[in-house]
């Protein structure tokens, strides 16, 4: 299993960014997908989630209604669309899948948010 992010940078409060995480070595269709955070000094905390059929979707608080989670299944790679970004998001984002029996992740990409 492969995981692979990109997409991060440096943004403005209030700007945007796009993630991307290609994945490889799994049956892409049928796993639920998840992008992560882990800012500095604090533990990993989950962003995102989206179901295999990609109509589902789970949202951490702190992102509901600025971040959206998408899926390209003919593509094998997820999404996360990222507005209004805030200081506090600042952090490296981390690409998530579960196969029996751990999860795997991504290398991070790192998000930095100016004010």
């Known amino acids: 299993v492969q995981l692979v992010e990109s997409g991060g940078g440096l943004v403005q409060a209030g700007g945007s960014l796009r993630l991307s995480c290609a994945a490889s070595?799994?049956?892409?269709?049928?796993?639920?997908m998840g992008w992560y955070r882990q800012a500095p000094g604090k533990e990993r905390e989950l962003v995102a989630r989206?179901?295999?059929?990609?109509?589902?979707?789970d949202y951490a608080d702190s992102v509901k209604g600025r971040f959206t989670i998408s899926r390209d299944n003919a593509k094998n790679t997820i999404y996360l669309q990222m507005n209004s970004l805030k200081p506090e998001d600042t952090a490296v984002y981390y690409c998530?899948?579960?196969?029996?029996?751990?999860?795997?992740w991504g290398q991070g990409t790192q998000v930095t948010v100016s004010s």
């Open positions: 070595g799994i049956t892409f269709g049928t796993r639920v």
């Open positions: 998530n899948t579960y196969v029996w029996p751990r999860d795997f």
């Open positions: 989206i179901y295999s059929s990609g109509g589902s979707t």
